[in-house]
Every structure is written in C-alpha cells, then in structure tokens.
C-alpha cells in the first residue's frame, strides 16, 4: 500500500537531538600561518641551496686541474684518417660550391694529354648541334 507524505510545512519545528553540526568554523588565523610557515621554509632552504652550488662553483673554479706533461704533447696530434667532420653544413656547402666551379668553368683536365673540361652548359649545346656518336654497322 503506497504511503501518504504530507507536504513540509516551514513552520513545523523538528527537532532531532541525535544530529548534531559543526559548531565553530574553520581556524583561519592557524591556516595562514601554516602557510606562511610553509612559504618561508621554502625559501630558505632555496637560498640555502642556491648558497651551496655557489660554494661548489666557486671550489671547482679554484682547484684548476694539472697539466700532465704526456696530455700537453697531446694537444698538437691529431687522430689518423678519416676524421670526424666538425662542421658537416660547411663542409656540405664547400663541397657543392667546388662542384659548381667545376661545372661551370674552363680548366685543364690533364695538361700534358691535352684534356680540358668545358661547362657543362657548352658541353650540352655541342652535343646537340654535332648529335652523339653512333656505332658503325658491321656489315656481314
């Protein structure tokens, strides 16, 4: 059978002595100085830390590391072929600019034997107005 709820009337007054609440409100004077508290911790123990990195900066600059006489002379030789490149990008462009010179200019290719390269440019308009060579046909 269904139950019957009678509406709420605001003026009833209930009481219930088993529910209780909260009776004052949170400390915010002990808050704050906890965080207060907390911010200056913080910063302490980062001026502190900034000190000591400090004082290992300052020790490492002081205490120069010795020459040893084998590492001196060591300075001078340099490692057996092929070496690392330390700049591939220049290397690269120098290389493509040595290749264009190339291409694009006169010079002997052997002097002696009378070669020459001719720039590519030249050399193309040659082939077209002289064709290519073409094999003979054997005749049987």
């Known amino acids: ?26 400390n915010i004077r002990g808050v704050l100085a906890f965080a207060a508290g907390l ?9 502190l830390v900034y000190g000591l990195f400090g004082y290992f900066s ?24 092929p070496r690392l490149q330390t700049n591939p990008r220049q ?7 040595n290749e264009d010179q190339i291409l694009t200019t006169y010079g002997w290719v052997d002097k002696n034997g009378g070669v020459v390269r001719i720039p590519i440019d030249e050399a193309m308009k040659r082939i077209l107005e002289r064709g290519l060579p073409a094999r003979q ?3 049987r």
Not at 3 to 26: A, I, R, Y
Not at 91 to 96: A, I, N, P, S, T
Request: net charge negative.
């Open 91 to 97: 290397d690269l462009e120098q290389f493509r600019r």
């Open 58 to 81: 300052a020790r490492e600059t002081r205490a120069a590391s010795p020459q040893y006489p084998l590492a001196a002379a060591e300075d001078t030789r340099v490692p057996p072929e």
């Open 137 to 139: 046909e054997m005749k």
């Open 39 to 47: 911010a200056f911790a913080v910063a302490f123990v980062s001026f």
């Open 1 to 26: 059978m269904p139950e019957h709820h009678l509406p709420h009337t605001p003026h009833q007054d209930t009481k219930n002595p088993e529910v209780h609440h909260e009776t004052s409100d949170v």
